[in-house]
């Protein structure tokens, strides 16, 4: 049996994390803090599969595990997941496969009872033509982790093996409802048949900050007799956590799936903190540090748009990645024609979450395949001409004075000329904003165009003449975080849904309301609606393509497990807009309006109550059962408001507006009235 590595005192936290070895610089494939709504189910929550199993969902629990002593990275936040049920077993993907080197997959966990067997593993998935499958991981469980009886009614035992569902070496006893911290290590060797498996099991108070030269179990390597025909992983793809009985009690917190052992959150100075977010505002080179003499140039909105609107996001809990939206700055290198904007290219396109580290000694390191600052091809000592020899690390100098910090790199050039590269980035982390739509809404309009603000391609309003399906739908924001399409037994349904044609239909999973979501305000006038199925306005609008049911160019778009809206309240009108692309990879700016509704916000919708007259009207139109103090709200046909006044009579003037159909709206205390009239 392998040392425990412990103190006087076990604490029932674990911290598992598998380890491959990837690259000298770390990658971050998973961060998990389950920061979902108590009792959601995990399934359909960025990107939880479910792959086994029937009956019992996963849920989140709000008992979420810490550590007091032990500064592990993924200690204290959100909430976690429990395994308590003979029920569904989920996976969640990397978000790169990893086909060499090591993986460290690290996670909390405390046990209050025992079903004998295993509970986490890695696996790959089955591919399919359109990509992996998603629900189809038997048959590669690899570094299956178990949790045993102990030798004592009050403790337990962890066990690992390669592949088999059977325990090659356990641990030592660990006690019942306390925490411990494991590390799991998978290590891929070049060859068949010859990667390893190893255990490490910490209590709180533990120096976690290198990795132990003796693991608590293995290394294992599958050579002979039971393992003799077990494969190695081609790729290691995901996690998965399985479900085992309903005497199990097993509660999961804070899983991080890294490249290399990094478990304690970086330390940040307050000198030359980068912490925040930040823009390009300045390029130039020449041949030494302060010399530009070679290029210079200043970013700006006007001339280099899809540079200038790049963002550089520096978290807290050292998590770093680029956020370059649907255009960036790409060069011939890169594989196009011509230098200019462009759509992002792997692995210069933002999908890798990657790290920083501030060295406090001027200067700071970048890790992440395809992270960088500045520009894509700066690396050090260089400069690339092919996107697939992308670094997994670049160190830069660095100095912030105020809002602006300035970067630098030494390179030498394709002409073995030496060189230096210099940026200068403009702090833009936006002040905190507080968008609270508690309660439940109904939309009222929707319109669609190349630019926020724009509805010149579509606009309708929406009621219970027009897609009276749509307008009775409840978008439920509640108070505990959750979310839920309320959709009744129809809704809009289009022909990417399966209808025959655009119309009112019973709803088509996963758009049917069956999943609870939650919602989350970003505090920066955005809105996250996550759970897979989940959405505002229309189901087929998200982040990155509109589905139309065909796959696009090179991609297979699905179902988003979270979608993020810009959102503002006003007078309860809800108005959320959102940027997406078309079939033709244009720009879709799409707007929607919703108006409070029902008993959680005390509001209501009326639209049978308000009574205008004379319909048609030239000048004065008269409004019945008026209330003063009402804020009044003329809309033309596009939604567009056109005029607005709190009114004290109960008639408005309307003779400046030009002939046409128009909409008004009426809102006093919590009731909005709505009615259509025409101006002569």
Not at 233 to 258: A, F, K, M, P
Request: aromatic letters at 12%; proline letters at 5%; hydrophobic letters at 35%.
């Amino acid at each position: 049996m392998k040392l425990f590595l412990s103190k006087k005192h076990l604490h029932l936290t674990f911290l598992i994390c598998l380890v491959c070895n990837f690259s000298e610089a770390q990658n971050t494939f998973i961060i998990e803090h389950f920061d979902y709504p108590k009792n959601v189910v995990l399934k359909g929550n960025r990107g939880w599969h479910h792959y086994n199993g029937s009956n019992e969902p996963i849920f989140v629990t709000n008992e979420g595990l810490s550590w007091s002593e032990s500064n592990y990275i993924g200690s204290g936040i959100g909430n976690a997941a429990i395994l308590n049920k003979n029920g569904k077993d989920y996976n969640k993907s990397f978000s790169r496969f990893v086909t060499s080197g090591s993986v460290y997959a690290s996670f909390l966990i405390k046990i209050n009872a025992i079903t004998e067997g295993y509970f986490f593993h890695f696996a790959e998935y089955t591919p399919k033509f359109s990509g992996p499958d998603y629900s189809q991981v038997e048959g590669t469980h690899r570094a299956r982790t178990f949790v045993s009886n102990g030798s004592t009614p009050e403790t337990f035992k962890l066990g690992l093996t390669f592949n088999v569902n059977g325990v090659v070496d356990f641990s030592e006893d660990l006690n019942l409802g306390e925490t411990y911290l494991v590390v799991v290590k998978y290590n891929i060797i070049e060859g068949t048949k010859n990667d390893e498996v190893s255990l490490f099991v910490f209590e709180d108070g533990d120096d976690i900050s290198i990795e132990p030269e003796i693991p608590t179990i293995g290394p294992i390597v599958k050579k002979t007799g039971a393992w003799i025909n077990s494969s190695d992983l081609s790729s290691v793809e995901c996690i998965g956590l399985r479900q085992l009985s309903n005497n199990q009690n097993l509660t999961i917190d804070g899983i991080y799936v890294q490249d290399q052992w990094n478990l304690i959150p970086p330390s940040i100075s307050e000198i030359n903190n980068p912490t925040g977010v930040w823009a390009l505002r300045y390029i130039g080179n020449g041949p030494t540090k302060g010399d530009v003499s070679w290029y210079s140039n200043v970013i700006n909105p006007t001339e280099q748009p899809c540079m200038a609107d790049d963002e550089f996001h520096f978290s807290a809990d050292g998590t770093y990645r680029n956020a370059l939206g649907y255009e960036t700055w790409v060069e011939q290198w890169q594989g196009v024609e011509e230098n200019g904007c462009n759509s992002p290219i792997y692995p210069h396109d933002g999908r890798n979450i990657g790290s920083w580290h501030n060295n406090e000694n001027g200067t700071i390191t970048i890790t992440g395949i395809g992270n960088y600052l500045g520009l894509a091809k700066v690396i050090n000592d260089g400069e690339l001409t092919n996107p697939y020899n992308a670094p997994t690390s670049i160190t830069y100098d660095f100095e912030i004075i105020g809002d602006t910090m300035e970067v630098g790199i030494p390179i030498v050039t394709n002409d073995g000329v030496p060189g230096y590269w210099h940026f200068e980035f403009e702090n833009i982390t936006p002040e905190p904003i507080e968008t609270n739509p508690e309660g439940d809404w109904k939309m009222t309009y929707m319109g669609v165009g190349p630019s926020k603000g724009n509805v010149s391609q579509y606009s309708t309003v929406i009621n219970e003449n027009n897609r009276p399906c749509l307008a009775d739908d409840i978008y439920s924001f509640n108070q505990d975080g959750s979310f839920t399409n309320n959709l009744g037994n129809q809704t809009w349904l289009e022909t990417w849904q399966g209808a025959s044609e655009d119309g009112c239909g019973s709803p088509v999973a996963p758009h049917d309301g069956n999943n609870v979501g939650y919602w989350s305000d970003n505090k920066n006038g955005t809105i996250t609606i996550a759970g897979r199925g989940n959405f505002l306005g229309l189901a087929k609008v998200n982040n990155t393509y509109e589905l139309d049911g065909m796959p696009y160019p090179g991609l297979n778009p699905q179902p988003a497990y979270d979608i993020t809206y810009e959102v503002s309240i006003n007078n309860n009108i809800l108005t959320a807009d959102i940027k997406t692309l078309n079939r033709a990879l244009q720009v879709n700016y799409w707007h929607f309006q919703f108006s409070r509704f029902g008993a959680a916000s005390g509001n209501s919708v009326n639209n049978n109550k308000l009574k205008v007259y004379p319909n048609p009207t030239k000048d004065a139109l008269w409004i019945s059962n008026f209330k003063s103090g009402s804020v009044v709200t003329v809309r033309n046909i596009n939604g567009i408001e056109v005029l607005r006044q709190i009114a004290n009579e109960d008639f408005i003037s309307v003779s400046s507006l030009k002939k046409g159909v128009y909409f008004i709206e009426v809102l006093f205390e919590n009731e909005i009235s709505i009615n259509k009239f025409i101006k002569n």
